[in-house]
Structure formats: C-alpha cells, structure tokens
C-alpha cells in the first residue's frame, strides 16, 4: 500500500495544491516532538524535490527553535476529501526571517497574509504515499479568518513585540532565532 519515490510527481503536486491543510512534525534531539496543522494558501512546490511554506504567527514557534538544532522536519497532507490518501514530505529545512534575503526572494509567491512571520523551506528526500482508507470524510467549509483578522487590528508594530514575548522561546526553553527578525 505504501509507496516511496524520491520526488514529487505532477500528480502529487496536484493534490496538494487542493488541499486546505497540512500538517509539519518537527524535534530537537532532546525534548518534545512538535505536530502543528497549517492552513490558509501558505504551501508551495517550488520544484520535484523543494517545497516552502509561509510561517504565520501563532502562539509559539516550536518549528522555528526545532530546525535550529535539527532541520530534519515531515509534512504530512491527508485527502479528507475524494480518492483517500496519505502523502508525507521527508527532508532538510531551513527557516528564513524578514531580514533575510531568501525570505524576499519567495514571499512574492504568496498572498499578503497580515503576520507572516517566516518562510520555512525544505529539501525533500522521501516523499511517501499510503492508502488513507482510515481517513474519515471531512467537508471543507471556508477558511477561518481569526488569525487575518487579529493579526491586522495588532499592525506590524505589536505583531514584532508579540513575537518577542510568545515566540522567541520554545516550550523547551529553545531559542525560535525570532529575536533577530525586525
């Protein structure tokens, strides 16, 4: 049931631009392990074997202080909708704040999110597929717009303060690397 290949086919591309979320597991060598769901239009395929996303602001950074002491990271998307299916991305991250360049070189292929906090690019090694038959069916309603909304009422100004108050240290005491960001 299980197949490993060692890019992405148009095929997969393909599903993953129409799904509404993904879900990225990271981990430092010691410490917990870090499973957050993603959303919004924050995923792109660049190429058969590199994708990135778009880091919105959230109430912690574990992603961010994971990568900076080990830039293994899996991106999992489920069919909850459709033909089932499970489909995970392996490989190597790297994450780029405001002041870095490679930030400005990809931030053009999204759309303006109020509160895009980083942009997380990742080398893949594995790309997996499995069956999904245990997957429920799930029907896609609308986006939430909570996160639009609450990060446009704070502006650019108290968004760099919340981030240095709730995202510059992870649960397990790690530096995010968000102090440096402006």
């Avoid at 299980?2 to 879900?23: G, M, N, W, Y």
């Avoid at 792109?44 to 293994?72: C, D, M, Q, Y």
């Avoid at 459709?82 to 070189?105: S, V, W």
Wanted: glycine residues 6%; charged residues 25%.
């Amino acid at each position: 049931m299980a197949k490993k290949i060692p890019e992405l086919t148009s095929e997969l591309t393909d599903f993953i631009r129409s799904q509404h979320v993904f879900f990225v597991g990271t981990a430092a060598n010691e410490g917990r392990v870090n499973i957050s769901p993603k959303g919004m239009d924050t995923f792109r395929v660049v190429s058969p074997t590199k994708i990135i996303w778009l880091n919105l602001t959230g109430s912690g950074n574990e992603t961010a202080a994971h990568l900076l002491r080990n830039n293994r990271m899996t991106i999992m998307f489920c069919a909850f909708e459709n033909k089932p299916m499970i489909l995970r991305l392996y490989g190597e991250a790297k994450i780029f704040h405001n002041q870095d360049t490679e930030f400005h070189d990809h931030i053009h292929l999204f759309p303006n999110i109020p509160g895009s906090r980083q942009i997380i690019e990742m080398d893949l090694d594995l790309v997996q597929t499995s069956c999904g038959y245990a997957v429920p069916f799930m029907d896609f309603n609308e986006e939430r717009t909570e996160l639009k909304s609450w990060a446009e009422k704070q502006g650019e100004k108290r968004l760099i303060a919340y981030r240095q108050e709730k995202n510059a240290i992870s649960i397990d005491n790690y530096d995010t690397g968000i102090h440096k960001a402006n």
